[in-house]
């Protein structure tokens, strides 16, 4: 299992088709303690993956896939997406997975 001290708060994979090459999974991470090397992390994390998911394993090996992408965020950009959404607290939670990039232009402007 791929552990790191994370500001409590994983990524929003989101699918995304570059303008060339592979579409893969962008992960948006705020971390705690960032790690000392993001692109070792991405490697456990997507090894990680693979073994937990084998239809995400097939998709990666069938090259329709390319592995995973992390981006690190600045710390509290969660607590500040929520806000802006009128959603800090209480019960309300960040979402974990989209569809669209609609997420990402609230964390990271001109994305």
Known sequence: MVQHKSGG???SPSGKSPESGL???EWFVE???E???LDAFAVALNEEMTNQNIYYKDLI????LRPLVVRSLPKTSFIKYMK?????GGQNKVP???NDRKIVQEL???S
């Not at 090996?61 to 329709?64: L, R």
């Not at 802006?84 to 800090?88: I, W």
């Open 35 to 37: 790690p000392n090397d």
């Open 108 to 110: 990271i402007p001109n």
């Open 23 to 25: 579409p893969y999974h």
């Open 31 to 33: 971390f705690a303690e």
């Open 96 to 98: 974990r997975l989209s």
């Open 61 to 64: 090996d069938g090259k329709i």
């Open 9 to 11: 708060v994983y990524s």
């Open 84 to 88: 802006k959404q009128g959603k800090l």
